[in-house]
Structure formats: C-alpha cells, structure tokens
C-alpha cells in the first residue's frame, strides 16, 4: 500500500524559505507511471495545486507561484522535496505532497497534510 | 487556468436522500481529467472518482460521476451517514491543475 508522509518545519518567519520533504513508501517513485505533486489548502478550505516532478527531473509548476517555488526529487531515498521562497503570511496553509497518476490525472494518494504557519 | 465553479456552497439533505453535486468548468475539460474528492474533517482528501465517471478503489457504487465539456455531475443515489463532508472536483486536462471551491453536503 502506497503512503506518503510529509515532514518539515511547522512555523516558517516571513521572508524566509519554506522546506518540506515528502517520502514515499510502498512504491517507486522510479517507476515512471506517476508524477508526484505539492498541493495546500487554506484555512478557508480552497485547495491549490502547486506543482509536480516526474522521476527524471522533469518539472511543471503553477504559474502562480512559479518564482518562488523549487521541487526536486531523490529517488535512492524516495523522497521528494518542496521549496518556497520568500513566503509571507499568504502562504500559511496546510501542505500536502500527492502521487498522481499520469493515465487518469487524479490525485489518488495523499500524504496526512503538514500545517504551516508563516509568522515572526 | 481553468477555472471551476462548484454548486451548490452547501447542500442540506438526509440519510438516504440523493445528492447532486455540480461541477461547472470555465473551458471544456478532456473527460479523461476530471476528478472528484471527499473531504472529512481534519483530513486530507481521499479520491472518489477519476475520469469522470470510474471509482477509485475501493469506492462504493452509490457514488456516479458523469459529463463532459464544462459541466460534470457527482451524484450519491443514497445518503449514508458517513457520506457527509466536503466535496471538491478537479481538472488537469490543462496546466496548472485546478480545484473548484467544494460544495459541503451536510446533515438536515
């Protein structure tokens, strides 16, 4: 059974950088048949997408956030990595690192979700 | 990005009543990319239905997704008591991935 569980720092001071790490059990990330994703959710519920990396590297991330955000990936410790740039109190919300299946584009698996706050 | 509208907010029904949950997009959406999620309480969202109208593993039959273009629908034929949450559908059809805002089905 596939589990992905995301680790990082709960409290992040504006203007900093957040990291978070997302590590994979139960299937390879290697395998080539999904990309694996960031997705937060606000404390007023909306969910935003914030980008995904393929096993070899290759990237897509939202436009929004696309100058602040870097996710790279580690395959030998299958885990994968998200990080954001100069946050400020916009970017609290709670994150989660997401495998998403390339044949049907669906988010089929879910970490818990890490809650990060953004404040001095 | 595509921009998707969820109706209605809040859906007031009872156990073994039928609900219908619109999903509408701002740009047609490739069947094959629209998804459907449930959301309980302090938790993070589990996938219902995939492709429009295929369950995910493990989802009961009383769960049907259908549409296509901009408009889909989840329908659930007979409220269970566990059924009650948040709802969010989604499309990656186009870049980047988007959301609606989630139409919350609650208890009468």
């Known amino acids: 059974q596939v589990q992905l569980q995301e680790s990082g720092p709960g409290l992040v001071k504006p203007s900093q950088t957040l990291s978070l790490t997302c590590s994979v059990s139960g299937d390879s990330i290697s395998r080539g048949n999904s990309y694996w994703n960031w997705v937060r959710q606000y404390p007023g519920k909306g969910l935003e997408w914030i980008g995904n990396?393929?096993?070899?590297?290759?990237?897509y991330y939202n436009p929004s956030l696309k100058s602040r955000i870097t996710i790279s990936v580690d395959t030998s410790k299958h885990q994968f990595s998200l990080r954001l740039t100069s946050v400020t109190a916009a970017d609290t919300a709670v994150y989660y690192c997401a495998r998403l299946r390339r044949s049907a584009g669906a988010f089929d698996t879910w970490g818990q979700g890490t809650m990060v706050t953004v404040s001095s | 990005e595509n921009v998707l509208t969820q109706s209605p907010g809040t859906l007031s029904l009872s156990p073994g009543e039928r609900a219908t949950l619109s999903c509408r997009a701002s740009?047609?959406?490739?069947?094959?990319?629209l998804a459907w999620y449930q959301q309980q309480p302090g938790q993070a969202p589990r996938l219902l239905i995939y492709?429009?109208?295929n369950r995910a593993t493990g989802i009961p039959d009383r769960f049907s997704g259908s549409g296509s273009g901009t408009d889909f629908t989840l329908t659930i034929s007979s409220l269970e008591p566990e059924d009650f949450a948040v709802f969010y559908c989604q499309q990656y059809g186009s870049s980047p991935a988007t959301f609606g805002q989630g139409t919350k089905l609650e208890i009468k």
């Open positions: 492709s429009t109208s």
């Open positions: 740009q047609n959406v490739s069947s094959t990319y």
């Open positions: 990396i393929y096993y070899s590297g290759s990237t």
